[in-house]
C-alpha cells in the first residue's frame, strides 16, 4: 500500500504562482511514476504532468510553458510548480502514483491518489 498527501493548494489571483507537495509513505518501493491529475465538476479526471522514475515528462497541452513537474525520490516527493494561473486552472489537483509488484505471470497494477488540493484561481 502507497499513501499520497498533498499540500500547498488555495486561492490565488489570476497570473499567479501556486507550488503543490505530494509525500508518499508505505510501500513506495512499488512506485514506477509520481504526477498530477486535476477535476472539476462535471468534467473528467484530467491528467497535469507525470514522471516517470526514469524522469520521463508528460504534461497536458493546457499547461506546458506554464507547469513544471519535479521529483525529489530521496524525501518520496513529487511537486507541482504551477506559473501564470488563470481561472481555467481551478480544480482539484490529486497526486496520483502507479505502481506495480511482481513480473510476468505475477505482475499486479495498482493505482494510488491523494485525496486532493483545491485550487482556486481568482480573475
Known amino acids: 500500500q502507497v499513501q499520497l498527501v498533498e499540500s500547498g493548494g488555495g486561492l490565488v489571483q489570476s497570473g499567479g504562482s501556486l507550488r503543490l507537495s505530494c509525500v508518499a509513505s508505505?510501500?513506495?518501493?512499488?512506485?514506477?511514476?509520481m504526477g498530477w491529475y486535476r477535476q472539476t465538476p462535471g468534467k473528467q479526471r484530467e491528467l497535469v504532468a507525470l514522471?516517470?522514475?526514469?524522469?520521463?515528462?508528460d504534461y497536458s497541452d493546457s499547461v506546458k510553458g506554464r507547469f513544471t513537474i519535479s521529483r525529489d525520490d530521496a524525501k518520496n516527493t513529487v511537486y507541482l510548480q504551477m506559473n501564470s494561473l488563470t481561472p481555467d486552472d481551478t480544480a482539484v489537483y490529486l497526486c496520483?502514483?502507479?505502481?506495480?509488484?511482481?513480473?510476468?505471470?505475477?505482475?499486479?497494477?495498482?493505482?494510488?491518489w491523494g485525496q486532493g488540493t483545491q485550487v482556486t484561481v481568482s480573475s
Open positions: 508505505g510501500s513506495t518501493f512499488q512506485i514506477t511514476a
Open positions: 514522471m516517470t522514475n526514469d524522469g520521463t515528462v
Open positions: 496520483h502514483a502507479p505502481a506495480r509488484t511482481g513480473q510476468g505471470r505475477t505482475l499486479v497494477q495498482y493505482k494510488y
